[in-house]
């Protein structure tokens, strides 16, 4: 059974960092693109981050650029989302999923299945 499992969210101040974990069981994480997203209450689920299977290619929303950082580590079956300089509206529980067959590397949730439970992220002072 594919099964992703994110850890590393927490509370934190505005312009702290954090990182979260993506790690995968059941399955081979590098078969797979891996994506970020995050959804607060009452909102919609948006895309964050997507790194390919190998890690040569990376995109990120336009929000979180040159904040975020997206890396795995295949031997570890692992996809980090390195969260620097995180703003209160950072604010959501972020979840990884793992890129359906058939689809380029993007960020857009319907492409995405295998679904975390998701990890709080919470900035506030």
């Known amino acids: 059974q594919l099964q992703l499992v994110e850890s590393g969210g927490g509370l934190v101040q505005p312009g702290g960092s954090l990182r979260l974990s993506c790690r995968a069981s059941?399955?081979?994480?590098?078969?797979?693109?891996i994506g970020w997203f995050r959804q607060a209450p009452g909102k919609e689920r948006e895309g964050v981050s997507s790194?390919?299977?190998?890690?040569?290619?990376?995109k990120y929303t336009k929000s979180v650029r040159g904040r975020f950082t997206i890396s795995r580590d295949n031997a570890e079956n692992t996809v980090y989302l390195q969260m620097n300089s995180l703003k209160p509206e950072d604010t959501d529980i972020y979840y990884c999923?793992?890129?359906?067959?058939?689809?380029?590397?993007?960020?857009?949730?319907?492409?995405?299945?295998?679904w975390g439970q998701g990890t709080q992220v919470t900035v506030s002072s």
């Open positions: 059941g399955f081979t994480l590098d078969d797979y693109n």
């Open positions: 999923a793992a890129g359906l067959p058939g689809f380029g590397l993007d960020l857009d949730v319907g492409h995405f299945g295998a």
């Open positions: 790194i390919s299977r190998r890690g040569g290619s990376t």
